[in-house]
């Protein structure tokens, strides 16, 4: 017991360094609000309980039905050959109660080497009423969302493994109503999911012996999705395109006491909204930053590297130009808000004999990116080749819509044991 709590203490010591502002970190006073935002962004919405109970750092823990959202490759390495699982999660309780989002996932290993899998998520934004210009009640309407997912893994070591997710997304928000005199319609996209697991169930750490997981992903790299048919040059917007690499750490203490650690690092592969002014002439132009107007690939290269940065001003409060007619942009300000696109996420999860799970997690976003920052808590228990995960989210400012977020997940084992024999979080140790 006593090491649990020094490698606790050792992995919470290190993520409070990388979470905590300092003087190098941008804060409110340095960047402005400046969030990133993208089309359906209910694929990107952690489904499940497990991973939901640990601040949504699931990349790298053990292969589950679930994995297919967080990381396909990892199924290679499941303990059961087969699962299935239902989740289901109320979502912004805060504001309303009826917007929910459900999600079904499993996944079958077909040898040593291969495994396939499948999932469907629906997202449904309850009933919203539509009126006209002055107010008027048109309809009535219950807008929603679902994404279709195929996957499959296959092994190219033994202990490294590649994932692939194919999707199709259907994002009906208006009904096909007219808007303003244009006809919408639903947005449909194509996306893939890629993924890579590296596994060692021979590792240490602090002389205990574990297993080591590091995972890399790619989401939802796709087509931009539009909602009319009005300019066909129109650029539409973006998926959720998302890059997560993961480390997690299972510690094997004894026959009955097993601990995992993780820690995800995540960002979005969008490039970032430029800053635009008002010139004499009563046009907007670019003042700092790159367009977004440009293809998904191009947009996926260019978030690594185009964030406008903070404009710097006079005593008077009015935007500094150079002599060639530029805006000049605070030194050091780009570099800070690049930065703060990364979102860091840590989980913790305990087991008591494979039958009962503690869980907690802390997630941080910085505060000009959408300031997201929880902390999770969450239980699971297990029952022959059953079990049931639910977790909590309590948000760390007031009035935050995603506080007092409950999930719910329901699993069956449907196999036996799986081609790998690698021990999962939930397993004995020998």
Excluded at 375 to 382: E, P, Q, R, V
């Amino acid at each position: 017991m006593n090491r649990i709590i020094a490698i606790s203490i050792c992995f919470f010591g290190s993520l409070s360094a990388v979470a905590q502002p300092t003087s190098g970190v941008a804060t409110d006073d340095d960047l402005q609000l400046n969030t990133i935002t993208t089309a359906v962004p209910f694929v990107a919405i952690t489904p499940d309980s497990r991973a939901g109970g640990m601040g949504d750092a699931g990349t790298a823990l053990s292969a589950s039905s679930t994995s297919i959202y967080w990381n396909t490759s990892i199924l290679n390495f499941a303990e059961s050959k087969s699962e299935i699982s239902v989740s289901y999660t109320p979502w912004l309780r805060q504001l309303t109660n009826d917007i929910h989002l459900s999600y079904l996932s499993g996944y079958y290993q077909l040898n040593d080497k291969h495994s396939i899998g499948g999932a469907m998520r629906f997202f449904s934004l309850g009933e919203i009423t539509f009126t006209d210009d002055q107010g008027n009640v048109t309809r009535e309407d219950k807008p929603s969302e679902y994404a279709l997912i195929g996957s499959y893994a296959f092994k190219t070591s033994p202990k490294t493994s590649v994932g692939l997710n194919g999707k199709f997304i259907y994002s009906n928000l208006t009904g096909g109503m007219v808007v303003a005199g244009v006809t919408t319609k639903p947005g449909v996209a194509g996306a893939a999911d890629v993924s890579f697991t590296y596994l060692n169930d021979q590792a240490k750490m602090f002389g205990t012996k574990g297993t080591y997981t590091f995972a890399a992903t790619i989401n939802n790299i796709g087509n931009k999705i539009q909602y009319s048919n009005v300019g066909s040059n129109s650029p539409g917007d973006f998926l959720p395109q998302n890059l997560k690499i993961g480390n997690s750490f299972l510690a094997k203490f004894d026959a009955y006491n097993n601990v995992v650690f993780s820690l995800d690092i995540q960002k979005l592969l969008v490039p970032t909204p430029p800053i635009y002014v008002l010139n004499d002439d009563a046009e907007y132009e670019l003042a700092a930053g790159k367009t977004n107007d440009i293809g998904v690939i191009s947009g996926m290269l260019q978030s690594f590297y185009d964030a406008p940065g903070k404009l710097a001003r006079d005593e008077a409060g009015n935007y500094i130009q150079n002599a060639d007619g530029t805006y000049e942009v605070v030194s050091g300000s780009k570099f800070k808000e690049e930065i703060t696109e990364i979102n860091i996420a840590f989980g913790m999860e305990y087991w008591y004999n494979n039958l009962f799970a503690l869980r907690t997690g802390f997630f941080y976003e910085a505060p000009n990116k959408g300031a997201r920052q929880f902390i999770n808590a969450g239980i699971g228990l297990k029952y022959n080749k059953f079990g049931v995960d639910i977790s909590y989210l309590a948000a760390l400012k007031r009035n935050n819509p995603l506080a007092n977020t409950l999930r719910f997940t329901l699993r069956m084992d449907l196999g036996d044991g799986g081609g790998s024999n690698v021990p999962s979080t939930e397993s004995n140790p020998e």
